[in-house]
């Protein structure tokens, strides 16, 4: 089974490329975003307490969301692979995600960083907000967004470095281009 971590500031394609990688490999998704999306429509309290965070351009607390993962991880039963996309965002994040596959026998395969300008990430994330209606698609909350990816995000680039699953991909050109250097990397690992 592989685990792909599917990386990237907001606007970097990361749920169009796993949508790709769902269709091309069977894998499961797991976008966090959605999931949180999901509990927010639902009114659930979780939905609640998560709608304040995301409001404010914030973090969900990592409790929450392994507990989250965990249990959407734990119903997929025997799969060929799972992408997380939107999680970790965070050192101690990516932990508790290596110490929750470890209790299930399994790691992180390989970890994709989907780089796109933030010029780029700006018009996409703006464009999307009038189409999709999305309230955090706004430019006082995209900037925010950027900011924490900046602060508390990105140096995760260097742990996954570390522990040897990174694979820069750029983000920008064809979108076929940019899911074949996926495929590549997934392939690989």
């Not at 508390?152 to 040897?164: E, F, M, N, R, V």
Request: contains cysteine.
């Amino acid at each position: 089974m592989k685990n792909i971590v599917i990386f990237g500031a907001p606007g970097s394609g990361k749920g169009t490329q796993s949508d790709k990688i769902v269709e091309k490999y069977g894998f499961k998704h797991i976008s966090t975003g959605d999931v949180l999306r999901d509990e927010i429509k639902n009114g659930t309290e979780l939905g609640k307490t998560a709608k304040e965070y995301i409001d404010n351009g914030q973090l969900i607390p990592d409790s929450l969301m392994i507990d989250i993962l965990a249990s959407v991880y734990d119903s997929f039963g025997k799969v060929e692979g799972v992408i997380f996309d939107g999680f970790p965002r965070t050192i101690p994040q990516a932990e508790a995600l290596k110490s929750m596959l470890a209790e299930r026998n399994t790691e992180v395969s390989v970890m994709l960083d989907l780089e796109v300008p933030e010029e780029e990430l700006m018009d996409r994330l703006i464009k999307r907000g009038q189409i999709s209606g999305r309230a955090d698609d706004n430019e006082e909350t995209i900037k925010k967004r950027l900011t924490v990816y900046h602060n508390q995000t990105s140096p995760l680039i260097d742990w996954y470095k570390a522990d040897g699953k990174y694979t820069y991909i750029k983000g920008t050109g064809a979108l076929d281009t940019i899911f074949a250097d996926i495929c590549d990397a997934i392939d690989k690992a």
